[in-house]
């Protein structure tokens, strides 16, 4: 309760601005669409308000401000106008619809939980050899950290085209560009975390012929499970990222990422703005459900109260 307010307090403040912010957005439009049903606006005619500040429109036509909140196609949606897209395509669509938006959610999702997998086994792997084995750790981990200077919007287009030239389509290529996205964090936090233990508890093990297997389960492992649940939040939430980002090539329209892209084409950043707030929900669950692990695990291991 004691964190709960100033939550509220900082979301009540996101939303006013957004409201607020709604007015100079749409005010154009709005008194367009205004003159157009024969309204009498200030001034009159598109050429004269075209060099005129959003703001000042606003000001000079205060009866057409609530009409920016109901505009069909507004350049920034209000609030209750995503919640009530969110409604309709969540609760009053069938989720088999390709306009639900839960069946584009779990397209996404798929794709991002093969892509998380993929890329979490692949950055404890290679974390586990970089720091066993000085030939990994000089050689693995720079090409590992120039690999994130690649923009992803660059290299998503390059491996869907590859892989749909040699007949790999639907979820593999997504998955293998979330996982992209997703190992880096995975291999940084784990290499940090199984290099934690200081030399005086490395000694100990050995004064009790530990071999390095023993070392790795019983000491190096356990000290870095806080390091890689840290990671697995930052690397679920790139994952998602990256599937979004592959989707929008891939076509088909399928997903978050292809309705996002639909909605550009046609102009309903309503569709856009409801895609974007599924796509934080799917994130924010993702990372409770990590947190809620780590929770569990370290409590078992005796790392947390």
Known sequence: ????????????????IWYVAVIPMNIKDAITQAERAGATVSPEGAQARRDMSAIGLAVRNTAVIPATYALDRPRLPAPHQIAAELWDTTIDKKITSKRSLVFHGWVTLSATLLGFAIGTAAGILLAVGIVHSRA???SVMPWAIASQTIPILAIAPMVIVVLNSIGVQGLIPKAIIS?????????????KGLRTPDAMQMDLLRTYN????????????PASLPFLFASLKIAVAAALVGTIVAELPAGGGRGLGGRMLTGSYYGQMIQIW???????????????LISLI????????????
């Not at 964190?3 to 006013?16: E, K, M, R, S």
């Not at 996982?179 to 290499?191: D, I």
């Not at 023993?214 to 000491?219: E, K, V």
């Open 1 to 16: 309760m004691r964190t709960a307010g100033p939550v509220l307090v900082v979301v009540a403040a996101i939303f006013a």
């Open 136 to 138: 990994m750790d000089m």
């Open 179 to 191: 996982a992209y996205l997703s190992f880096f964090p995975v291999v940084v936090g784990m290499v």
């Open 210 to 221: 530990a071999n390095r297997n023993q070392t790795f389960w019983r000491l190096r492992l």
């Open 274 to 288: 409801s895609a974007l707030v599924m796509a934080a929900l799917l994130a924010a669950g993702l990372v409770f």
């Open 294 to 305: 780590e929770r569990i695990s370290l409590r078992r291991l005796g790392l947390a109260s």
